[in-house]
């Protein structure tokens, strides 16, 4: 049976939760230390761990058919590539930081100014958009350094928590563009191996919305079941089952996990007690 090959990251931040993502869908991988290619022992899936630079090319030849990869760097080398899911994970953006002394009023301060960076073709398209043309250095590595030694005015790079700007005295001025991890297929993907991809993306998406989500049970009494009900979006509606002591039911849902703590507040104020919250595994609909 053909295997679906998928392209991961080998190292760096998006290869830990990659792989997570495929164990929480049940597919197991073989993976032995230092491993470039590994096998799922029970789903027609061969891993391939590859330097994230690389990726876009082989999903564009054909040599991987999917890849778990972050946007940006699909922005920046690979917007001919189709994103098939966004995976809510490893989330970023990609922004402009100058030494934190100087002062800025607009993109037009860098015209003519160095920028370093390792995404040049997303940097060249966003001053293009405001008639602005920096001297763009590439760099591949430690960006944020360049500013302190001279070698340029600003940088360009991922920006996450924004500590390692503030640990190389840089400030963020703008934000080019929002990222996270994704995945993405090959545009030459075989009909055969499409199967498979879909089989793995109905797992996959079951696992997302079982992230984003909540299972909620609360007791509340009956003459306030209407008005809780009224609050609760649930996968359809609320299961409601009655208890033993009598004029009081059970009821159980689903909730955003976003919206958790605003919901919680509503259902006390409406009597709601005894409330437990669960995290869902896997959620199919």
Request: proline share 4%; net charge positive.
């Amino acid at each position: 049976m053909s295997k679906l090959k998928i392209a991961v990251q080998k190292d760096g931040r998006l290869n830990k939760e990659s792989l997570q993502i495929l164990k929480d869908a049940g597919i197991y991988i073989e993976n032995g230390k230092d491993q470039l290619k590994a096998s799922a022992s029970n789903f027609p899936l061969e891993v391939l761990y590859l330097r994230n630079s690389d990726i876009p090319q082989y999903l564009r030849d054909g040599v991987v058919d999917i890849a778990i990869i972050g946007e940006n760097l699909l922005i920046e080398k690979g917007k001919d590539i189709q994103i098939v899911e966004r995976l809510g994970f490893s989330k970023c953006r990609v922004s402009l930081a100058i030494p934190k002394n100087n002062k800025y009023k607009s993109i037009q301060d860098l015209n003519g100014k160095k920028i370093a960076t390792s995404y040049p073709n997303t940097v060249k398209e966003y001053f293009a958009k405001f008639n602005v043309t920096p001297d763009i250095h590439l760099i591949n590595g430690s960006v944020e350094i360049a500013p302190n030694i001279g070698l340029a005015d600003a940088i360009v790079d991922i920006v996450s928590s924004g500590s390692t700007l503030f640990k190389n005295n840089l400030k963020e001025v703008e934000v080019f563009l929002k990222s996270e991890a994704v995945l993405a297929a090959s545009p030459i993907i075989s009909e055969e191996r499409q199967k498979i991809l879909n089989t793995l993306q109905f797992r996959i998406q079951a696992v997302l919305k079982a992230r984003k989500s909540r299972y909620i049970l609360m007791n509340a009494p009956n003459d306030k079941i209407q008005d809780i009900i009224k609050i609760l979006p649930g996968m359809r509606s609320p299961t409601v089952l009655p208890l033993a002591e009598e004029g009081w039911s059970s009821i159980h849902t689903v909730i955003a996990k976003d919206t958790f703590w605003e919901v919680i507040d509503e259902l006390k104020t409406l009597g709601a007690e005894g409330l437990l919250v669960v995290p869902i595994e896997k959620m199919v609909l």
